[in-house]
């Protein structure tokens, strides 16, 4: 495994709140968060973002979607969230781990992004 900040976490050098853990996924609430609930599921297989996947990562990814729902709903989440991939320097992305971002609250979390004038 890589020493990155969620491979330790992951491995439990790193303290963090756990929601879930299994042989292939690991999620935990985000240390800061923007939402009254935010938390991150990562595989545990190091990959450094979406644009780095390939076809042996497809067991992963799909069991990440598959228990986004139910960890979701764990949280209170009851009437929706939103998931956030955010993947390479445009996209935002701040730690070089593949991570999928759950957030929601009781009240709508408002648009995603501000569109542009045409």
Known sequence: MSDCI???I???E???K???????IFAFHDI???APVHFMIVPKVHVGSLMDVDPSHQKAL??????????A??????????TIINT???GHQEVYHLHVHILGGPEPLGSMLKRRAP
């Open 18 to 24: 756990k929601i879930y853990e299994d042989e292939e």
């Open 32 to 34: 800061n968060p923007i």
């Open 62 to 71: 799909g069991h990440i979607l598959l228990k986004a729902n139910e960890l």
């Open 6 to 8: 969620f491979c330790r």
């Open 10 to 12: 992951v491995r439990g």
């Open 14 to 16: 790193i303290p963090s």
């Open 73 to 82: 709903r764990g949280q209170g989440l009851n009437e929706g969230f939103r």
């Open 88 to 90: 390479g320097r445009i």
